[in-house]
T-cell receptor, first 113, second 115 residues
Framework: GAGVSQSPSNKVTEKGKDVELRCDPISGHTALYWYRQSLGQGLEFLIYFQGNSAPDKSGLPSDRFSAERTGGSVSTLTIQRTQQEDSAVYLCASSRGTTGELFFGEGSRLTVL | GESVGLHLPTLSVQEGDNSIINCAYSNSASDYFIWYKQESGKGPQFIID?????DKRQGQRVTVLLNKTVKHLSLQIAATQPGDSAVYFC??????????????FGQGTILTVHP
């Protein structure tokens, strides 16, 4: 499709399990972002990839969170040893360069029981 | 850290009226501001942006106003339509960061448009 694609759309997991969330950005977009949206915290920046540069990981809340971007395209956000406070919608976005005009996917809703 | 916040969490208007959504920011280093619209079950969608060297910018049916003196941002929607019903977020960034896409979002305002 033409937009940012995320999978799974919904994920329910048990506390302590690892989860992987996938993002397919818009073709040709060099920048990719992960944000988290929760009721208590609103929209929070997590991590940013730009081309071949080292990612900006300054928003990751703990070392249980990591992300990679392979071949400058698809990205995976991994949360290890999930906790209930990780429950949120994880949104991926892509853009051309460093513009603030981000194209968001519909998100992956994570529920940790 | 500093954050962007909203004065009003909800706004209800009649179809055809003009809507004004307000936002206060506290980071004086911010030089870029942006509005996003989020419909239920979807990701945020870009509406309009403005740099700190401007006071006003117009788009299609939308206008963003920036008052740097009082650190205030507003989004005006002309002739509001039921399809405008959504949550509206303001966000800010600054040139000292790695990207204008590294945004700090406000909490959001729910706009409801009644037919």
């Amino acid at each position: 499709g033409a937009g940012v694609s995320q999978s799974p759309s919904n994920k329910v997991t048990e506390k302590g399990k690892d989860v992987e969330l996938r993002c397919d950005p818009i073709s040709g977009h060099t920048a990719l972002y992960w944000y988290r949206q929760s009721l208590g915290q609103g929209l929070e920046f997590l991590i940013y990839f730009q081309g071949n540069s080292a990612p900006d990981k300054s928003g990751l809340p703990s070392d249980r969170f990591s992300a990679e971007r392979t071949g400058g395209s698809v990205s995976t956000l991994t949360i290890q040893r999930t906790q209930q406070e990780d429950s949120a919608v994880y949104l991926c976005a892509s853009s051309r360069g460093t513009t603030g005009e981000l194209f968001f996917g519909e998100g992956s809703r994570l529920t940790v029981l | 850290g500093e954050s962007v916040g909203l004065h009003l969490p909800t706004l209800s208007v009649q179809e055809g009226d003009n809507s004004i959504i307000n936002c206060a920011y506290s980071n004086s280093a911010s030089d870029y501001f942006i509005w996003y619209k989020q419909e239920s079950g979807k990701g945020p969608q870009f509406i309009i942006d403005i740099r700190s060297n401007m006071d006003k910018r117009q788009g299609q049916r939308v206008t963003v106003l920036l008052n740097k003196t009082v650190k205030h941002l507003s989004l005006q929607i002309a002739a509001t339509q039921p399809g405008d019903s959504a949550v509206y977020f303001c966000a800010e960034a600054n040139a000292g960061g790695t990207s204008y896409g590294k945004l700090t979002f406000g909490q959001g305002t729910i706009l409801t448009v009644h037919p």
